[in-house]
Structures are given as C-alpha cells and as structure tokens.
C-alpha cells in the first residue's frame, strides 16, 4: 500500500538559509498535518490543512509557511533558519472522516542547522 | 493540550513479559483515542485506537484500555519482544469545528531486556 512520502530525507542549511520540505500523501487522503520532533521529544503540531486550505495552526514559526497544492501535496517553507530550527519534520495525512480520522505518518526529513 | 518532553519516561521489560504503558489525556470532550509506535529515526506508527464508548479493545497481541473518568489510558504489550521496543505516544482526539483536533501525549520509551 502506498504510504505518505516525504523529501528529501536529510537536509543540511546554514543559519539563515531557506529550506523547502516536501509531502505526498496517501492517495485520497483530504488532509496533511506537519509535525516538528526535537531529539527525544513529542511531535509538535505546526500546522494542517483540509482541502488545500489551512484547518489548523500549531506552534508554526512566523518564518515558517505552508501550503497544500491541487494534487494534495504539501510543502512546508522555512526561512531564516535557526540552529534550534534543528530537528526531525513529520508529514502525515489522513481521511477525514466524521470521527476520529487515523494520521499515517512519513518517514520525516532530518533538517541539521549549522 | 500540548506536552515537551525533554526526558521520556522508560519502562524496561524483560523479553516474554507483558507490558503496560499509561497515559492521562487533558480533554474530557475527547471521543477517540490512538496509540502509536515510533522506533528510532522512523515516523510514529499506528498501533490501536479506541472509541470513547469503549473501554477496552484488544488487537494482536494489544490491548487499549480506557477510563474516561480519570481521564487515563492505557496500552498492554503481552509477551514483550525486543522489536516492541520503541517510543510510544498517546494520541487524544476531540471534534473542534467539524475537524478532529489530534494531539499527542508525552511519549513513553519502552526497553526490552533480552
């Protein structure tokens, strides 16, 4: 079965530098949600969207934004990187559905700050 | 609501035992829950979910067991192996608008003794 598919898998950015994340859902799932982990900590929501719109907003940086694109994919761009900016970054999608809705995560992309 | 975790709580097991990991949510309107597994370097991995009108559900070799009155919930590994050792995260699921807002509990690292 297909699984969400995030690039690249490891990122390495200077201070502040730009860095562009990449997600493929799961064919027909509606929504994409951007998590940040830092090492040996919780996923932290950023931010998801329904139906290429924005449904929700986490602790997402100002320098950070994202969009969801007509195919569902979504990117998630980082400006003016920091070195705490460095940590793993988490794409999951799921149906939508009227309870519940199970997020399938990525892989994640390794982003090193130097 | 939202938890860092800078140390994760452990519990070491010996291989063939069973094992209980527990979990206290913050939202009393939440009606769905979901447990997942993350090993190293890899995405958070669904393992069971359970309703808010259940309380126990039993999967391969997992149970999910839900208290709703202290807000409490649980995950029982029977018969531990070295490849259940991993993080594992509570996930709270509560509807907010016609959208149902995922959030994550502190992980909890699980080490199995060989």
């Known amino acids: 079965a297909a699984g969400v598919i995030q690039s690249p898998r490891h990122l390495i950015k200077e201070k502040r530098e730009t860095a562009t994340l990449k997600c493929y859902p799961i064919?027909?799932?509606?929504?994409v949600y951007w998590y940040q982990q830092g090492p040996g900590q919780d996923p932290q929501f950023l931010i998801s969207?329904?139906?290429?719109?924005?449904?929700d907003k986490g602790s997402i940086p100002d320098r950070f934004s994202a969009q969801q694109f007509s195919d569902y994919h979504s990117e998630l761009n980082m400006s003016s990187l920091e070195l705490g900016d460095s940590a793993l970054y988490f794409c999951?999608?799921?149906?939508?559905?009227?309870?519940?809705?199970?997020?399938?995560f990525g892989a994640g992309t390794r982003l090193s700050v130097l | 609501g939202e938890s860092v975790g800078l140390h994760l709580p452990t519990l070491s097991v010996q291989e063939g035992d069973n094992s209980i990991i527990n979990c206290a949510y913050s939202?009393?309107?939440?009606?769905?829950f979901i447990w997942y597994k993350q090993e190293s370097g890899k995405g958070p991995q669904f393992i069971i979910d359970?309703?808010?009108?259940?309380d126990k559900r039993q999967g391969q070799r997992v149970t999910v067991l839900l208290n709703k009155t202290v807000k409490h919930l649980s995950l029982q590994i029977a018969a531990t192996q070295p490849g259940d050792s991993a993080v594992y995260f509570c996930?709270?699921?509560?509807?907010?608008?016609?959208?149902?807002?995922?959030?994550f509990g502190t992980g909890t690292k699980l080490q199995v003794i060989p």
């Open positions: 939202n009393s309107a939440s009606d769905y």
């Open positions: 064919p027909r799932h509606d929504t």
């Open positions: 969207f329904y139906e290429k719109m924005q449904s």
């Open positions: 359970i309703r808010s009108n259940m």
């Open positions: 999951a999608s799921s149906k939508r559905t009227g309870f519940g809705g199970i997020q399938y």
């Open positions: 996930a709270e699921s509560l509807p907010e608008g016609g959208y149902q807002k995922v959030t």
